[in-house]
């Protein structure tokens, strides 16, 4: 009886185990379904919570995360819809599908590297699937790996050669990689295996590319109208022709096209949108504006015809206007992101230019509004780094695009301004990487290119900055700036009759004075000093306050025994803009060179009051104290400077520059060590403060990669090898210090580096000390110490006050003693 019992209490439990599995299961199935129809809603909060409960009951389920995945995507947060995505397709190893649609939206937010390894990932694991090939290829072609690419295309065409997808794929990569033949054939093909709108439109848009095949090409687009059925098709069909017409300012063609179609599809409004746009490309930006208010009043619940008024209003310069349109837009819809959006660029833009703090205010609102409803929306992000930047939180505008590019990885001009926010960060190399990025994504962009050869030539990779010049004025050849900032680096690479030759390219008429100036000192570069001289004076009659000019011509001036001459231009020009800081700079350089102390420091005090943020004022006057010994007057001008300024990494330096000067090493390391934070790229700051480090003997390994990064950016010039070769000395590699400081003495004795040989040549004796070559040690003091002896010798005998010995000699003196000691 007991035992029978225990069996039918067992049964009642598996049963109820089973019973419990079953309703599980059943609520499992429940959520799942509500989670796809308010997918299909596109309810996507509500799908979410559907699927997490789902997942809750079922921490393995792949289409729960999957089913995430998708709710994520839906309210823009690509991201947790990306990681959402590697749970799915950690969980279902043995599928290809949840990596295909992991490298799907991998390829969409950017991250290609990743997006290939799930392609390749999926092509293994199922080889015969057409769609692994697929994905495949889009990830190649995007990293610009063509001829890879074409090859998954070609793989997945001969798995499916009915596939519409994979033909057209193939198509565009063949037309991407410039072979026209063959992807017209694909194009032509993916019309038989699918004849209609789509396939038509793709053929019609590639032969759209050849212009001498016009009339081919506007046949094939009335036979795509005449296949457009729903009103995106009929759009988009119609704004290809349109887009022809435009392209070949066939403005009559346009306007007849879209009459037409609007009385065919009186309800499709887009139509009217673009008859707008066609108004406004034909210069007719009053029909168009017209045109917009009445569609304006025909749609009163539609957002678009004022966000294309208030952009039409923009672009002719009627920023209120423009402001009121997109008031409206925000009023017909106020939860709508790009309504908020033009109105806050709007209002941030006029608040900079009118200072008006209300409207900046208010921008920054609306920008901060949308935050909260759609986080990382990069377009908010961008809003915000703009204020940023405007009221110099150059970290916070940084932080807020490095947010954007990570929320929209192929948003070009998020990271162009990304780019040029690190740049004035100081951050050089990483801005150049942004850049390239922004290019790399959108070739045309010119703002970032035109950057990008301002930061090549920061970094000294001057062969890119003419690269990268050639290539703007290629597309903009009236780019003087550029034009000037090519034939600069060309003269650095030594290349000047290639930049005398870009510069002449511009008709004389039309030089300015920037571009005059600048092939004047080409001349003179060149030793063609009469015609530099020429080319100057006409840069001159151009702008006569043009302060480049005025500075340059000094010393020509000099040579000619015209330096009153000079004076009386720089003076006469100061005169007429006396509120310009540099030409009151230049004033008081004259009179340094003049012998008039007085005047040059009371004209490098004006340059200040005229501009209290001028580096360069703050330079020249804490230079002419410290060429007169007012070594405490100097200091305490950079300090100022750095108080006005703390986020100038320049001054810090020369700050640092001074303090070590004076002897004060700790002062001196922390302004240093306050450059380098600020400017990663500042390598004299890095030499300096290794040189300390090495010198205190603090830090060792710190200083080894200050000045290994110091070569690195600078090259083997001596006093930099000097101080590589003396942190090795220090940390005890003295047979690798010696070889860096025998270049380091060859560099000094090559350039006539005269400050720097003694120096070089003691820690050279200090290093042969070290590994015992006490020979060659003995050899190099007494070389040093006679040359020293003999030059005192000779100032003696011409009448010369000697001067006190440099810190170099005593110890060398001291190692020759201590040489003759050791036999």
């Known amino acids: 009886m007991h035992s029978r019992f225990r069996c039918l209490a067992v049964s009642s439990l598996i049963v109820g185990l089973l019973v419990a599995c079953q309703a599980e299961d059943s609520r499992i199935s429940e959520h799942m379904r509500q989670g796809a129809e308010a997918l299909e809603a596109r309810q996507f909060e509500v799908a979410r919570g559907a699927f997490e409960q789902a997942l809750a009951l079922a921490p393995e389920s792949g289409p729960a995360h999957y089913g995430i995945a998708k709710a994520f995507f839906g309210v823009g947060k690509t991201r947790a819809g990306i990681e959402a995505l590697r749970g799915a397709a950690r969980l279902d190893a043995k599928s290809s599908e949840p990596k295909v649609q992991l490298a799907q939206m991998l390829l969409v937010a950017g991250s290609l590297e990743e997006a290939l390894v799930e392609a390749q990932g999926a092509v293994e694991i199922e080889p015969a699937r057409a769609d692994t090939y697929l994905i495949q290829g889009q990830v190649l072609a995007k990293l610009g790996r063509m001829p890879e690419a074409l090859q998954a295309f070609q793989q997945a065409v001969e798995r499916e050669p009915d596939s519409y997808r994979a033909v057209l794929s193939l198509a565009v990569a063949h037309n991407n990689a410039r072979q026209f033949e063959e992807a017209e054939a694909a194009f032509r093909r993916a019309v038989e295996i699918e004849p209609g709108f789509s396939a038509e439109a793709a053929l019609a848009r590639f032969l759209a590319q050849d212009q001498t095949r016009d009339e081919e090409t506007e046949a094939a687009l009335q036979r795509v109208i005449e296949l457009a059925a729903s009103p995106r098709e009929v759009r988009l069909a119609h704004e290809t022709l349109v887009g022809l017409y435009v392209q070949r300012e066939r403005y009559d063609d346009a306007r007849a096209l879209l009459k037409a179609a609007t009385e065919q599809h009186a309800a499709n409004v887009e139509l009217g949108y673009l008859l707008a746009q066609v108004e406004a490309s034909a210069g007719n930006v009053g029909g168009a504006v017209s045109l917009l208010q009445q569609l304006a009043k025909e749609n009163p619940t539609d957002t678009r015809p004022q966000l294309l008024l208030s952009s039409m209003m923009g672009k002719s310069g009627d920023r209120e206007s423009a402001i009121v349109a997109a008031r409206r837009a925000v009023e017909i819809d106020p ?27 208010e921008g920054r609102g609306l920008a901060e509004s949308v935050l909260e409803d759609v986080p990382d929306h990069p377009g908010a992000l961008m809003l915000l780094s703009k204020v940023a930047l405007s009221e110099d939180r150059i970290d916070a505008a940084v932080t807020n695009l490095r947010a954007a590019v990570a929320s929209a990885p192929n948003f070009a001009r998020a990271h162009y301004r990304l780019g040029a926010a690190l740049v004035i960060q100081g951050k050089k190399q990483a801005g150049r990487q942004a850049l390239l990025r922004a290019l790399e994504i959108e070739p045309d962009q010119l703002d970032a290119r035109r950057l990008l050869v301002r930061v090549h030539a920061m970094l000294g990779s001057h062969e890119e900055a003419v690269e990268q010049a050639r290539v703007v004025l290629s597309q903009a050849s009236g780019e003087e700036t550029i034009r000037v900032l090519a034939a600069e680096n060309l003269v650095v690479l030594g290349r000047l009759e290639e930049a005398a030759s870009l510069l002449k390219a511009i008709p004389a008429s039309e030089r300015s004075a920037l571009m005059l100036h600048q092939l004047g000192r080409v001349l003179l570069q060149s030793g063609e000093l009469e015609e530099a001289r020429l080319a100057f004076g006409a840069a001159l ?63 490098f005090k004006q340059a200040l009051k005229l501009a209290p943020r001028n580096t360069q004022a703050y330079e020249h006057l804490a230079r002419f104290y410290a060429m007169r010994g007012r070594l405490t007057e100097a200091v305490r001008s950079y300090e100022v400077a750095v108080a006005a300024r703390p986020e100038d990494a320049h001054l810090h330096h020369f700050l640092g520059v001074l303090y070590q000067y004076g002897g004060n090493l700790n002062r001196a390391a922390k302004s240093y060590d306050k450059a380098v934070g600020l400017a990663p790229d500042l390598a004299e700051s890095k030499n300096n403060l290794a040189y300390i480090l090495a010198e205190t003997g603090t830090d060792l390994d710190r200083a080894l990669e200050l000045a ?43 350039t006539k580096d005269v400050n720097s040989v003694g120096t070089i040549r003691q820690h050279l004796a200090t290093a042969y000390m070290a590994q015992g070559m006490k020979t060659d040690a003995t050899k190099l003091v007494e070389s040093a110490l006679s040359e020293l002896d003999a030059a005192a010798a000779l100032r003696k005998k011409q009448g010369n006050t000697a001067s006190n010995e440099p810190g170099w000699a005593t110890a060398m003196r001291e190692m020759k003693r201590q040489l003759e000691n050791e036999g």
Do not use: Y
């Not at 006029?350 to 200072?355: C, I, K, M, Q, T």
């Not at 310009?580 to 420091?601: K, N």
């Open 541 to 603: 009659e151009r702008d006569p306050f043009h302060h480049d000019t005025l500075r340059d011509m000094v010393p020509l001036d000099v040579q000619a025994g015209l330096f009153d001459v000079s004076v009386k231009r720089i003076e006469e020009a100061a005169s007429g803009k006396p509120g310009d800081s540099d030409l009151r700079l230049l004033v008081g350089v004259v009179a340094v060179i003049d012998g008039r102390p007085q005047e040059a420091e009371r004209s």
């Open 335 to 361: 939860g709508q992101p790009p309504a908020r959006l033009r109105l806050a660029e709007l209002l941030i833009d006029s608040g900079f230019s009118n200072a008006a703090t209300g409207h900046v205010a």
């Open 708 to 750: 290994q990064d110091a070569v690195a950016q600078l090259g083997e010039v001596a006093n930099v090898a000097d101080t590589l070769g003396w942190v090795l000395v220090k940390r005890g590699q003295s047979n690798e210090a010696i070889e860096v400081l025998n270049r380091a003495e060859a560099s000094a004795l090559e």
